[in-house]
């Protein structure tokens, strides 16, 4: 089965977006730092997307989709990313970055999983 990798570094976030995504039948596994994420990508073939929080210490989400685009393994993997940083310009330097899509927090879920949808 496919499953939906989240990378947070908040515990709570974690535990909030695989309630609800375990709640509609979505597999999901987290980590709380983008290097693990990205070792969990390597060794994990049923990751199928990623919801990756762009504000994290050690490496952000924007450092952490350049190295998943600059690997030929992962860089067909869709990312969504997740910020609590909405503000003007961040959307766009998201997408720039490779994300397919946008969330701000609080994450809108009826818009989650209509991105979901899409790409699951």
Request: hydrophobic residues 50%.
């Amino acid at each position: 089965m496919k499953k939906i990798l989240i990378i947070d570094d908040d515990g709570r976030n974690i535990f909030a977006l695989t309630a609800v995504l375990k709640a509609k039948k979505y597999n999901c596994i987290s980590t709380t730092s983008a290097v693990e994420g990205l070792k969990l990508l390597k060794t994990d073939s049923d990751i199928a997307l990623v919801l990756m929080d762009m504000m994290m210490p050690e490496m952000d989400g924007y450092e952490a989709m350049a190295k998943m685009k600059a690997d030929e393994t992962l860089k067909n993997i869709p990312v969504i990313a997740i910020t609590a940083q909405a503000m003007a310009g961040d959307r766009e330097r998201c997408l720039k970055a490779g994300a397919i899509g946008y969330i701000s927090k609080p994450v809108n879920i009826d818009r989650l999983i209509e991105l979901l949808k899409l790409y699951l």
